[in-house]
C-alpha cells in the first residue's frame, strides 16, 4: 500500500512559485487564486504552491490585509501565508517563477543561476488576451487597484493551468 504522503510526491507534477516585490499582495493573491482555479478542476493535486517576494522587509508577516479582504471577496482566504523573499534555492525547487511585472522578471534574472532563467516567465503572459503585461502593484493605492489585479490574476491563473493540463496531456500521449 502506498501512503498519502508518497503518493503526494509522485503526483506532484508542477512546482510553481509566485513572485513580487514584497509577498505581501500580487503574489500571495496569485497563490490563492491560482490554488482555488486548480481545485476547482479538480487538478490541485498536481501542483505545489508557493509565493515570495524581491526583498525581505516583510518577512513572516501575513498578506497586507487589503490584499486578504479583497481575495475573501474572491472567495480566497489567504490570512494564512506568511511573507519570504525568494531565495537561490528556489530557482532549483521550482519549475516555474511566475513574476508579476517587468521590474521582478529583470530582479529574478539578475540572482538566478544561469541554468535556472528560463524558469522565470511574466503571469500575464498566460492571458495574452489583456490589454496588460504586469499585474500593477496595488500596495500604494486604494481597494480598486487590488480588485484590478485580482481581475488579472484571476484571468492568468486560468490560462496557466490550462496551458499546463495542455503540456501534461501532450507529455502523456507520447
Not at 6 to 21: G, I, K, P, Q, S
Not at 24 to 33: D, L, T, Y
Request: proline share 3%; glycine share 8%; aromatic share 6%.
Amino acid at each position: 500500500m502506498v501512503s498519502e504522503e508518497t503518493n503526494t510526491l509522485e503526483t506532484v507534477r508542477h512546482r510553481l512559485l509566485f513572485a513580487c516585490l514584497g509577498n505581501i499582495c500580487r503574489s500571495p493573491m496569485a497563490e490563492g487564486v491560482f490554488r482555488r482555479v486548480a481545485e476547482d478542476a479538480g487538478q490541485l493535486h498536481l501542483f505545489e504552491i508557493d509565493s515570495a517576494g524581491m526583498g525581505d522587509w516583510h518577512k513572516g508577516e501575513a498578506p497586507d490585509h487589503r490584499a486578504q479582504k479583497a481575495a475573501l471577496e474572491w472567495g480566497v482566504d489567504i490570512s494564512g501565508q506568511s511573507a519570504r523573499k525568494i531565495e537561490l534555492e528556489d530557482f532549483d525547487g521550482f519549475d516555474l517563477i511566475l513574476a508579476m511585472d517587468g521590474s521582478n522578471i529583470s530582479d529574478l534574472q539578475d540572482i538566478a543561476p544561469h541554468a535556472a532563467r528560463h524558469k522565470i516567465r511574466r503571469f500575464l503572459d498566460y492571458a495574452p488576451h489583456l490589454d496588460a503585461e504586469d499585474v500593477p502593484d496595488p500596495y500604494y493605492g486604494g481597494e480598486a487597484g487590488f480588485v484590478h489585479a485580482l481581475d488579472l490574476i484571476e484571468v492568468a491563473a486560468k490560462g496557466l493551468l490550462e496551458d499546463l493540463m495542455r503540456e501534461r496531456d501532450a507529455i502523456e500521449e507520447r
